[in-house]
Every structure is written in structure tokens, then in C-alpha cells.
């Protein structure tokens, strides 16, 4: 299956550089060149506004309000004067309108204002509105004289991406516009509709030419609306489109290992199951094992809570290969994850008798050559590791299963070279989050693998209650940590520690280990952090785990890699330096027993609103899949996954967390289409395939440049 067509290359008008554009000489096409990596008119076309700034009215300076983001002024300016000293020295310009005055002040270039500016002239101002002492000022303004284009309003100024250096050069968002203007009046013949008639008439999407025309110049702002609604469809579309395409590649073409034989899954089934699977468990299982009959190969996300038993299921999927003589292999991305993983499997499989392996950069070479030799030998079953694991000099005799603990740090690349390891028949694929990831998130992420999601926590689980404390009523916290302590139970306390300022969390940590110590004189404590050498934090763990200590003071090491069901209190120190996720993280380590388990949140008693709606969250709901989504309004797609190679980046004008409703029937529409028609043969489909190759040429270029 290929899109490719046999056209000649030709130039096409679109890839024309873009000094040969109206109003750009080499100068300005260098910098455009350096600084925005605009080479060709479609580069400059596709350099989309980030905001739209109403220029359609004026506003009067006696009608400003507080309320308004920002307002534009058209009036005289009288004279101006700077006033303070130093750092605080300010221009200070009187501007009026007729019915009012307002001031315009500068910090910054004064020394090129007091010489440009000219007094008793009429200028538009534009900027955000502030009254201080009966006055109205703006500071920082944007300031013009009145010209032919600007004196009636009426338009939408676009706001492009830049930089202090174009800035410098007198090249800003007004310069930019009009090259674009320039530019699309050459254009008009040249702009192809990229979608299917079809679906521009389905979703009443406004062409691309007008799209592309309104989103540079709107002539108004339904029109603007419009055409960010068709550039976002368009855009979804194609990612959806292309990862699909790859799901169906997978389906249809490649072959799969075929697991039928189910001796060991039965075995561990009937005799060693340590509980009873939750419904959602064995319902996931069933689609796993759906997948491994089919003969084609397995791209399945597992998605599910802290908690909701990932492990288990990912176990017996690796029985599923090991039942049918292959070999199965875990990787996870750091080492404590992967120590994690192993100590767990290694549990299930010891009782079976399988030969399970752990290979990181810190194995030792005379086990990891006693590895290497077992896994290409087939005596070693499962191997539990780091990205070690996908170094050439790993090879097995038959892998037939890769499970991915990926939060969200592996890249399709490893992946595929995980793949490559199976060079008979490619392994099946099953990646695991550590946590839920938002709908939209994973649509796009993760949007050629098949989802299943553990919805439901093991029974006799209760939620945790959480609550949130200001640091005044630590000595109140501290008396229900010794109620609990008397009852038995363990505690966490954990304190931040960011990496820009590691020593300061250090002594917080070691302030808050002393207090500790100081209000629990006769409770054994442990204390775990990132410095300590590694068989010191064995040894305070181990303490943790056998009970021998009762509070566990701790920086967020312990976010992964710690199962203690006897522990009932998670308190977080300076819960506003915490990520949602990362909250929500930590609160999982407890709640693993059968006891009512606690989170207390404490916080300086000034936070800021991101912050109380962060810990508000965290009150009211233990839900993963909720929490992840008011993540990803508060923080953004860009910093949830937080990587580069995640191909969110190649997302111009879509937004994840705003765009769910278009994600959603772009990706109907390209399954619909993929379905009925997957080589685009029928003409309607005729733009799809020239679209596609233009992006793969785009994309070709891109990766020769950077
Ligand atoms: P996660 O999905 O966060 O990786 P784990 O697989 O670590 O969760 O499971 C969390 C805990 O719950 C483990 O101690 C595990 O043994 C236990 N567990 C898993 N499934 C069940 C179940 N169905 N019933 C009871 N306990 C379970
Ligand atoms: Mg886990």
C-alpha cells in the first residue's frame, strides 16, 4: 500500500525562496532564514499568528474599564518628561482623545522614544488599560502615527512568533503581516484545497484559500473563527489520518506471532493467582489475548490507575508468550522503575519456576555477559531492564513480547528497535503509562496503537480521603500522624526536591527530618533521597518495608519503586511545588491495604489560584482519568508529555486541551476513509494523496536542514 505518485519533481510555486517575494531582499530573507526558519513561500505561509489582537474599534479613554485586555485609542499626543531616577526612570507621554487623558508610560528605549515622538500629533495607541489614582494609563504601549491602513480600525492585527533579534531589526508582527499580504495576493491561484469535498461539505468547513486568507487577515471575527476551525480540522486530520495508516499497516500487513498454547497462563491461573482479577483486569486481559491469536501483531496501550494492577496484567501477557516458547521483555525508563518491575514479576515468577533476568547500565559484567549468553540461548524467559535492553548486543533466541512502561519518555524510535529484535516476526508491543494520560493526549500520542484501560481499582480498596492543611496546623497534622503511628500504621513524608535547587530541598528535607524527630521522639524514622549511595537507601527502605520504622521522611524518590500496604498517610510538604500528576503520583503509595489510608496537602498559607485549583482537585477526586484531564487544562499538551519526539511539537494551530470536539470527528473521518477506500483511489480522495506528499517533502526537508 502507497501514496506515492508518479509525477515528476517540478517547482512547485509554494517552494520558491522566499527572497523573490515582494518586499523581501536578501537581508530580510536571511534573518527570516536564521531566526524563524522561513526558506520558501510556504514556510511563510504556513508561519501562523499565535493571537489576534481587535483592532476593530476604538475605544474612549472616559469608556476605558479595568475589564478590558487591552484597547486602542485614537487621539493626539501633547508632550511628555521622565520622571524618577535609576532603575525607576520613566517617560511619562500625555495623550488625549477629547474626552479624557491618558497616560502612556515607558521604562524601556526611552533615550529612542524622547527622540522620535512628536509632539501635537495624532497617533493610535494600543496596549491594556490600568487606572491608577484617578488616571488612566498604559504602559508600554504600542504606538502609530495615523496612516491611510490603521485610521479607521476595523481589522484584526495578527501576532506572530518572534524574535528579540527581527524585533531589533524593525521586523515585528505589522512587517510580517504585510509580507504575508504580499504574498497571499500572488497566491490566490495557487492555494489547493487539501480536503475531500466531502468533508468540507460534512463538517461546513470554509475552504483553505479563505482559511489561510482569514486566519492572516481576518475580515472579521467569525471569519477568524472559521478559519482556525478549518486549519485545526485539517491539521488533526492529517495526524490522525497518517497514525491510523500505521495502525492499519500493522493490522493488515505484518504478521504476528500466533500464542495458542496457554499451559502457563492456565498454571499460574489455577494454582497461584495471589487475588481475585477486578473485572476490568480480566476484560483487558481478553482483549490482549484476542490480539495474540489473530496472527497479526500487537500494538495495544494499557492504560490504568496507580494501583488498578497493571503488573498483573502485563505478567500473564508475558505467560501468553511463554507458553508458546518465546521470550518476553519489560522496559522501563529509569533504574528504580525497572528494580521496581523486577522485584514484582520476579514474585509470580518464581512460583512458576520461570527464569526472569534484570539488565540496566549499573549490571555488572560478568552477569550481564551471563545474560546476554541466556537470552540468546532461550534459558532466560523474561528480561526486566532499562534502555539497555535495545543495545545491538542484546539478542534472543525468540522475543515474542516487549512490554513499554513509557511514561511518556520513550519515542517511536525504540519502539521500532525493540521490534528489530525478532527479526523472523516482529515481537507484539504493549505499552504501559504510569498513569492516565487525557483522551486527546492519547489520541494523538499513542494514536496507532489499539487502548485498553483498567477503569477500576482491586476491591476492598478505600478511597483515600484528602485534605489540605495550611503549615500553621502542622502541630495538628503531626497529632493525627501519632494517632495513626499508635494504630500501627506507617507514614510518608515527602518534600520536593527540583533539580535547579537541590541543596536548598536538601536542607529542607534535612529541617523537616529534624522536626520530625523532634515531635516523634520515641517513633523510628527512615530518610530516602536522591544523594544517598544506593545500599544506604536499601537499607532505609528495608527498614520501611519489614515496619521496623514507622514515618519514611523521604523526597519524591519514592514516587516510584515503593509498595507498603501497612502505610496509611502520604503527607506532602510544600504541596505547590508538585505537579498535579506528580501529587496524584505520590498519593498512590498509599491506599494499598485494607486500612482507610490519608493524603494531607500541605501548603504555605499563600498560594496562588493554579495552585488551590491543583489541590482542590486533588480533595475532591481520586480519579486518574479526571485528574489528567484538569492537568492538561492547567499545564498544556506541550509540558504533560514534556518530549520533544512526542509529534506534538508538528501541532501549529491545534490545542489538545481546547480541541477535544475536532480531534474526535477528524478521527472518525479518517478511519472512515482509510476504511472504505485504504489506497485513495476514488477521486474524491484524489486531494488526500497530493496532501500527504507534500508533507512527506516538507518533512524531508525539514530533516535535511535541521
Ligand atoms: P499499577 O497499575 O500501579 O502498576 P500494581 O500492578 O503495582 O499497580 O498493583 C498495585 C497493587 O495491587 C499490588 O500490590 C498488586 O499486587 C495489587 N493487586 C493488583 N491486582 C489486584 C487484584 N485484582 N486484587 C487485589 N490486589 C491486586
Ligand atoms: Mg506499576
Known sequence: MTFETNLPVRTHFFDTKIEFL???????????????????????????????????????????????????IKGRLREWSTVGEGGKKRLVA???????????????????????????TEYIVYGKPVAFGGRWSITHPEIDLI?????????????????????????????????????????????????????????????????????????????LHQAQRRLKFEELFYNQFRLIKNKLLHKTEYPGLIFNHTDLVKEFYANHLPFTLTNAQIRVLHEIHEDLKTGKQMNRLLQGDVGSGKTIVAFITMLFALSNDAQACLMAPTEILT?????????????????????????????????????LDGSMQIIVGTHALIEDIVQFRNLGLCVI?????????????????????NPHMLVMTATP??????????????????????????????????????????????????????????????????????????????????SFPDVPLSILHGKMKSQDKDYEMGRFVRGETKIMVATTVIEVGVNVPNASVMVIENAERFGLSQLHQLRGRVGRGAEQSYCVLITDYKISKETKLRIETMCRTNDGFEIAEVDLQLRGPGDITGTQQSGLMDLLVSNLAQDGEILKAA???????????????????????????????????????S
Not at 163 to 168: A, C, I, S, W, Y
Open 339 to 375: 528494580d521496581q518491575h523486577f522485584q514484582g514479576l520476579r514474585k509470580f515468577a518464581d512460583v512458576l519456576g520461570v527464569n526472569i533476568g534484570k539488565l540496566t547500565g549499573s549490571t555488572k559484567k560478568r552477569e550481564r555477559e551471563i545474560i546476554h549468553k541466556q537470552l
Open 94 to 120: 500625555y495623550f488625549t482623545d477629547g474626552t479624557g487623558i491618558l497616560e502612556l508610560v515607558w521604562f524601556q528605549g526611552i533615550a529612542w522614544f524622547e527622540k522620535n515622538l512628536r509632539a501635537n
Open 437 to 518: 494520560i487525557p483522551r486527546t493526549l492519547a489520541m494523538t500520542l499513542y494514536g496507532d496503537l489499539d487502548i485498553s484501560a483498567i477503569n477500576e481499582l482491586p476491591a476492598g480498596r478505600k478511597p483515600i480521603k484528602t485534605v489540605h492543611r495550611y503549615d500553621a496546623h502542622r502541630s495538628s497534622v503531626f497529632g493525627f500522624l501519632k494517632e495513626e503511628i499508635a494504630k500501627g500504621r506507617q507514614v510518608y513524608m515527602v518534600y520536593p526536591l527540583i533539580e535547579e535547587s537541590e541543596k536548598m530541598d536538601l536542607k529542607d528535607l534535612m529541617d523537616g527530618y529534624e522536626s520530625v524527630s523532634r
Open 22 to 72: 515582494k518586499g523581501v531582499g536578501p537581508q530580510k530573507a536571511a534573518l527570516l532564514n536564521q531566526e524563524l526558519g522561513i526558506f520558501t513561500f510556504g514556510d511563510l505561509i504556513q508561519h501562523y499568528p499565535f493571537r489576534h489582537e481587535d483592532r476593530t474599534v476604538f475605544h474612549r479613554i472616559n469608556g476605558l474599564n479595568e475589564q478590558l485586555a487591552a484597547a486602542q
Open 147 to 223: 496612516t491611510a491602513e490603521n485610521e479607521s480600525g476595523g481589522y484584526w492585527q495578527p501576532v506572530y512568533p518572534l524574535t528579540e533579534k527581527l524585533r531589533k531589526k524593525f521586523l515585528d508582527s505589522r512587517g510580517l503581516s504585510r509580507m504575508i499580504r504580499n504574498l497571499l495576493e500572488i497566491s490566490r491561484s495557487h492555494i489547493r484545497e487539501t480536503l475531500p469535498a466531502s468533508l468540507v461539505q460534512k463538517y461546513r468547513l470554509v475552504s483553505k484559500a479563505d482559511a489561510l486568507w482569514n486566519f492572516h487577515l481576518p475580515q472579521s471575527h467569525q471569519w
Open 667 to 705: 478521527r472518525i473521518s479518517a478511519e472512515e476513509i482509510l476504511t472504505a477506500d485504504p489506497d485513495l483511489l476514488q477521486p474524491v480522495n484524489h486531494p488526500i494523496r497530493i496532501h500527504l506528499e507534500n508533507l512527506r517533502k516538507e518533512e524531508t526537508n525539514w530533516s535535511r536542514i
Open 405 to 425: 512502561d513509557e511514561q511518556h519518555r520513550f519515542g517511536v524510535a525504540q519502539r521500532a528497535k525493540l521490534w528489530a529484535k525478532n527479526s523472523r516476526i
